[in-house]
């Protein structure tokens, strides 16, 4: 008959799951039985304390509706998100760095076509964008597939509003025959992620804040090549020493070059100017 | 300027956490960081298995509505509810042992005075049970507060009928002058714990069973003693070596006494006779 010790019960529990048909399944439930049970031991969890993870987690639970994803947010500020992202390009690559795909990311993003304005009919400073997608040997990629949303002047995204009519900041364009996307936006401005439900109340206890540096966000994916899921940082901006998320490298930060009033070089008229942000993306060949 | 490696990253997290004012969530915050990340690293937790994780713990937090607690069940049969009740007993006591509140507990069951029929109206077998309260000195312990709870026939509770009207199988007594609680119920058969969401396909994925054995769940509390959560499980029946949750412990397993046709000790006639359970429990003063 099984009594159970607080000695012999991580050995019940992993004995039951030794016996998982798939052995990475298998190696998955053992490790995070280990160290889920080795939490506990270490800091003598109390049931009281049980039941305020409980609590805590069925709350964010909950709070995953919509346009949010609560559980990649707690994710991204324990920094495990970017650990993942970090195990996953172990292998050292002249590609360009990556960083979190974050919680606002949408699968069936708007195509737009290049030239494109993803930021018509909203306030902020315009920015146009060109993004040179390359192999890590230097050739243009055509046809690349390339993904991009960002924040809206009060720091916002699309699907962050409820009551939105279709997407804006956000579009899927393809790279031209010289690996070229080049479109419209507005400057991002640093915002803080929404601190409204469980995480942000995880935050506050732990003296935390909540923002992230401004950033436009990338996916790229072309034949024959690994994809790459990065952001781009404005450089000499706010909180990029101490982004909520972990998510910046120093080779994301890129200045903005910015343009008294004028015509753009694609023709568009700018009474008050507009800045430009040129980038280059070498994804490592599969 | 930040760029957090595989190998930094973890202190960047700690280094955030630190500044956490309450040290005891200081404390865990520390502790769940480093096993979390510990976790990832040994298994080499990938992007994909990563969503696929997210995707898991999201569809166990949705699942979590009415008498449904999904991360209570997850807890349970990953071990974690066992041990952190067997943290919480480390002292050792003659008290009578402790297991796992489960899910199926509510704050408010039906006050019931003694000789009431919890099971009253449902088929099954007849079972008087008579709950003897006591401190671990032997000394009876008046005016204890008793909830009690237990599956049908069907191996359902009450809560887990979403048309029900009012409860059932459930209710909260008070101990006499002698310390004891007598009411009547029937013998509750094993059951399976809900499969049907995620806690179930974990299970199915790992080749276990999702069975609990037999038994009557006990909350008492008494003025100037512990709390005490238990089970008493029926004995010779399935499932005692192999419970789903780790509850199972030697001292809870008891025998309930068969009678034939007749009259029970408080006049009640049994035409099909009835069975008994009498078990003393003992509290340890606080």
């Known amino acids: 008959m099984k009594y159970e010790t607080e000695s012999s019960l991580t050995a019940a529990v992993t004995a039951q799951f030794a016996k998982t048909p798939d052995p990475r399944l298998r190696e ?14 270490e800091t003598a969890l109390t049931i009281e304390e049980w039941s305020q993870g409980i609590e805590f987690i069925t709350r964010t639970g909950h709070m995953c509706q919509g346009g949010r994803q609560e559980f990649i947010l707690l994710s991204d500020v324990l920094g495990l998100s970017m650990l993942v992202d970090a195990i996953e390009h172990r292998t050292q ?6 960083t979190v795909l974050g919680p606002f990311f949408v699968d069936d993003a708007p195509t737009r076509l290049n030239g494109a304005d993803i930021g018509a009919g909203l306030a902020g ?15 243009p990629l055509a046809d ?4 991009v949303w960002q924040c809206d002047e009060h720091g916002r995204y699309d699907i962050q509003y409820p009551g939105r009519d279709g997407y804006f900041l956000r579009g899927r364009f ?36 909540p923002w992230r540096p401004a950033h436009v966000h990338f996916h790229i994916a072309a034949a024959g090549h690994r994809s790459l899921v990065t952001h781009l940082f ?7 020493d101490s ?4 998510g910046v490298k120093p080779s994301l930060i890129v200045d903005l070059v910015p343009h008294g009033p004028g015509t753009a070089p694609d023709g568009r008229v700018c009474p008050n100017g507009w800045k430009s942000l040129d980038h280059p993306f070498q994804l490592a060949a599969l």
Chains 1, 2 share one sequence.
């Open 28 to 41: 998955i439930l053992l490790a995070l039985t280990s160290h889920l049970h080795a939490f506990a031991r």
């Open 93 to 98: 690559s002249s590609a360009t760095d990556s």
């Open 144 to 147: 690349a597939d390339v993904v």
């Open 234 to 240: 404005v450089a000499g901006e706010d909180y990029l």
């Open 174 to 209: 393809r790279t031209d025959a010289r690996g070229l996307v080049q479109f419209w936006s507005i400057v991002p401005p640093a915002y803080p992620i929404p601190d409204d439900g469980p995480v942000g109340d995880l935050l506050t206890a732990s003296g935390r804040h």
């Open 243 to 246: 982004d909520v998320v972990f």
């Open 125 to 139: 400073d315009l920015l146009l964008v060109t993004a040179a997608v390359t192999g890590t040997d230097g050739q």
